[in-house]
C-alpha cells in the first residue's frame, strides 16, 4: 500500500489502514471504498494522510496490528483519565493507569528503534491521542537510549501523562481560538505544576513520572517553563519529553493554528538541538525514528518519483525507494528500486 496525502486520494481508490476515532474505536475499516463524502469529512476531522491499497506496493506491509490494539486500549485509558481525575474518582484512575503498562511493554518487547514517525502520529481529536502519541514515541526515543526497563516504563508512563495538569485549566482558556492573553498564558503555563501535584498528592508515583510531568515544557537553554530550568537542572527523561511533546504538538491541529507536515517539524526539531533541546539526545532521535515511512511517495534529486520500500536502520534518510516515474520527462517507467545507502550520490529533495 502506499501512504497518500489526502488532498491527492481520490474518489473510488481503497482504504488501506483503519482509521480510528479519539476514544479508539474505529471510524473507517481497511478495504472500504472511498467516496467524496469520506474524504471530506476525514480533512473536516484534521486527518492528514491515509492509506491506499496498491497494486505497484502490495508487498510493502505498513501495519501493526498489536500497536494499533494497544493504542486503542490507551486512548480508552486516557479518557478515563482525564473523566476520573475531574471527578476527583482517584480509585478509578489507579485502575486505568495500569492498563497504560500495557502500552510501555509492548514497545520493550518490540524492541524495533527505526519507527516511523507518520505511523505513530494519530491524526484525530488533540486531548487524549496526543498524550498517547507523545508516551509512545518517548518510549521509542528512551529505548534507543539504553534506559533500563524501569526507568523506560516510567519514563513512557509519564509521557502519555504529562498534560494530566491541563485538568485544572478552564476550558474557555485551552480552547480559544484567539491569542491568549497575558493572564491566560501564565495559566496555562502552570500546568505542569499542576500535573506533579495531583499524581503526588493521589498516587504512588516515581520521581521519574513527576519530572516528566513537571518539566516537559522546560528547555536545555533556559526558555521553558514554569521554572526556566537548564542544561543540568533538567533530568534526561524530562529532556526527553519535551522532544516528543514539541513534535507532536506540532504535527497536530490545535483551536489556534493549523498543523505542521510530519517531515517539516521533523527538520525543525533537528535544528533546535542544543537550543531548546539536548544535543545528544537529538542526535538519537534521527538515529531512532524514519520520517521517511513505508509507503511515502518521494522526489529523488536525480529528477525520479519512487515509494519508500524499505528502512535502512541507522539511516532514517536514506531508506529503498521503489522508482516509478521520471519528473523530468513525465514518463511512468518500469519499476527498479535505488538503495540510497549505496547511492550516496543521490538524496531525497521533497515528499511528493
Known sequence: MRLEFINRVNEGEILGKNIFTNDGGILLRAGIKLTDHYINKLKQLGVLYLYIQDEKLEDVDVEDSRLVKIKQVAMKSMNDIVKNIHQCNY???KDSLTIIEDLIDYIIEDGDVNKSLYD????DNYTY????????MAGFLGLSLNFHEYDLKELGKGAILHDIGKTQV???????????SDEEFAEIKKH???GKNILKKNFNISDIVLNVVEQHHERVDGTGYPYGLSENSISRHGKVACICDVYDALSSDRCYRKKIKPNEVYEFI?????KMFDCDIIRKFKDTFAIFPLGCCVKLSNGVEGYVVKQNKGFPDRPIIRVIYNSKTKDTIPFYEINL???????????V
Do not use: A, E, F, M
Not at 341 to 346: E, F, G, V, Y
Open 129 to 136: 491521542v496526543h498524550c498517547v502519541d507523545t508516551g509512545i
Open 270 to 274: 533537528l535544528g533546535q538541538s542544543g
Open 120 to 123: 505513530i502520529k494519530t491524526y
Open 91 to 93: 480509585k478509578k484512575t
Open 192 to 194: 505542569p505544576i499542576y
Open 341 to 351: 545507502l549505496k547511492s550516496l550520490d543521490i538524496t531525497i529533495t521533497s515528499v
Open 170 to 180: 478552564p476550558l474557555k482558556i485551552l480552547n480559544k481560538n484567539g491569542p491568549l
